[in-house]
């Protein structure tokens, strides 16, 4: 793995990249998108027709809302977190990065890895250390979640008792 300044680092104990579950391609979303406003359209010309024209707007929000919807859910299925661990350094480096929240180093010697029950789905994932918490994985499907959690036990053990 190489590092931001180009060099190799060869005691990388462990390098990964959380990502949440993807959505459906956008061209899917757009088909669904005109599906709905088409149907829309149909049952708002019917209402209309009728007489009952208030109606018409609120089948306008109805679909500007679904697009304001599949445009948040892919906006948010492009979140990432990288998180790198060796002997020196804990460093969480999340895209698109939170405003105010660069690059987040830890000392692996004083982290300390704490998950809520594993089996609700509301867990949370939170790296401790020198007394503040930083949550990690919030988008993970909860048994990835505890998995991740695991693997970075088990690689911050590494880090702290093996020396070379």
């Not at 208030?54 to 859910?73: C, E, H, N, T, Y």
């Amino acid at each position: 793995m190489e590092s931001m300044s180009g060099r190799t680092e060869p005691d990388v104990l462990l390098a990964e990249l959380l990502k949440p579950s993807p959505t459906l391609p956008p061209n899917v979303l757009l088909a669904i998108l005109f599906v709905v406003a088409a149907i829309n359209l149909a049952f708002m010309i019917g209402f209309v027709l009728r007489g009952a024209w208030p109606i018409a707007p609120f089948m306008g929000v109805d679909v500007a809302l679904l697009a304001w919807a599949f445009r948040q859910s892919w906006i948010a299925a492009q979140r990432e977190e990288h998180v790198t661990l060796t002997r020196a350094a804990l460093r969480i480096s999340r895209k698109p990065s939170p405003v105010g929240t660069p690059d987040i180093v830890l000392n692996p010697y004083w982290v300390r890895v704490e998950m809520d029950d594993p089996r609700k789905p509301e867990n949370q994932l939170t790296l401790w250390s020198h007394g503040k918490g930083v949550r990690i994985g919030a988008f993970l499907p909860p048994v990835e979640r505890f998995n991740f959690a695991n693997r970075l036990k088990t690689a911050l053990w590494r880090a702290k008792n093996t020396f070379g």
